[in-house]
């Protein structure tokens, strides 16, 4: 059951089940199997280390949904889950990374009776459901007609309430204070493994002004420099920090699983001027991207008001500029439904929350100055209040 200090009220986690079964219903979906953690955590609350075994919450046509796990983890759920203790099943070690038993196995053996016939949803597209979980199940739920369930649960997510936002304000002052430490304590000879000792330190100290403790991100800091910043999703190293580079930082403060990402660049001498053309290409781009984030646009507003501010300057992005965040596992702290980009029509409404990904990768260099952004019901706002210019140090 919920613990005192849970964030959020049964009556709001029986919202979510029954948005969800709306989903289903106009899917022709009985049973939903969420293997996502996400999904899992804001369907039920659950949240534990445990998404490299096999773990599913069940949600089916009545009644609370169902977690199952390893043993080991069903501990985590009782005290994780907001359902009756009873909603909780954890199976016996020897599932677990078996060459002779798949966990799924007993998954269907314990929904054969009540949905051996049932139209099952599964989340065929996602990190954690494998090909052999899905064998195990249609091997023994024979007579179930299954189909692909990726995203559904996703998309409901997509509107955050009103605790959600809060979250999400507070992983924004997190990201702040690592921002403002980078700008401390970056300099040249600095090695980028003692940079980020001070990047996790500041991400995850308690700041009793904001209230917030921080959590783990679901991707580690991205801190490129020089030639390697024209690629993405490049982590550290032990090197030093170089005069005459710069450096993106791409991190993200949590509270709670909620993410704030935000992205701020580091240059360590004098910017050379095609690094300030890039710069002002990216501000000018946010500026007529966040002014075009407004509650009855599409997605594709903001992709293109942002596509022609980089045009003016002579630059163009071939990548999309953005996608939903809010409450995320490992690997990826997106929501995996909407996308700024060109022909994305999905329509922007309040409370949905957006990382706003102005970069350009070039050549042989890179920039990133991004902005997570929340629809009002007038415009957009920026969660995070970090200068966006180019830090420039000596």
Request: charged share 25%; glycine share 8%.
């Amino acid at each position: 059951m919920l613990r005192p200090e849970a964030s959020f009220t049964v009556e709001e986690y029986e919202g979510r089940i029954a948005r969800t079964r709306a989903a289903m219903a106009q899917a022709g979906v009985d049973l939903l199997i969420v293997s996502d953690p996400s999904n899992m955590a804001w369907l039920t609350g659950y949240d534990g280390w445990s998404f490299y075994v096999h773990q599913a919450v069940i949600v089916g046509p009545d009644g609370p949904p169902e977690w199952f796990g390893r043993g080991i983890d069903a501990k985590g759920a009782l005290r994780t889950c907001y359902m009756a203790d009873e909603a909780v099943f954890g199976y016996p070690d020897e599932y677990v990374q078996s060459t002779e038993r798949h966990p799924m196995d007993l998954l269907a053996e314990r929904l054969r009776g009540r949905h051996g016939a049932a139209r099952i949803g599964v989340e065929m597209d996602n990190y954690w459901f494998s090909a052999a979980a899905f064998a195990a199940l249609q091997r023994g739920l024979p007579d179930a007609r299954f189909s692909d369930a990726t995203g559904l649960v996703n998309w409901q997510r997509l509107v955050k309430s009103d605790t959600e936002i809060a979250h999400m304000r507070k992983a924004a002052c997190i990201v702040e204070r690592m921002h403002e430490r980078i700008r401390d304590r970056a300099e040249v000879g600095m090695r980028k493994c003692d940079l980020v000792a001070d990047i996790y330190d500041a991400s995850l100290r308690y700041d009793p002004a904001s209230g917030a403790g921080g959590d783990y991100p679901a991707i580690v800091p991205l801190l490129p420099s020089g030639s390697d910043a024209a690629a993405c999703h490049l982590t550290w190293d032990d090197a030093p920090l170089k005069a005459g580079e710069g450096t993106y930082f791409e991190i993200a403060g949590v509270y709670r699983r909620y993410h704030c990402p935000l992205s701020r660049t580091l240059y360590l001498g004098t910017p050379p001027p095609h690094f300030l053309a890039a710069e002002q290409a990216l501000l000018d781009g946010l500026d007529d991207g966040i002014e075009a984030a407004r509650p009855g646009n599409a997605c594709d507003h903001i992709a293109r008001a942002f596509s022609a501010a980089l045009a003016r300057h002579g630059f163009e992005k071939d990548s999309r500029s953005g996608y939903s965040i809010g409450l995320s596992y490992p690997p990826d702290w997106g929501e995996r439904t909407l996308s700024i980009r060109r022909g994305d029509m999905t329509e922007l409404r309040p409370n949905m929350t957006i990382h706003f990904m102005a970069s350009l990768w070039q050549q042989d260099w890179g920039i990133e100055i991004t902005e997570t952004i929340a629809i009002t019901e007038s415009g957009a706002e920026c969660l995070a209040h970090v200068p966006r210019a180019i830090t420039v140090k000596d």
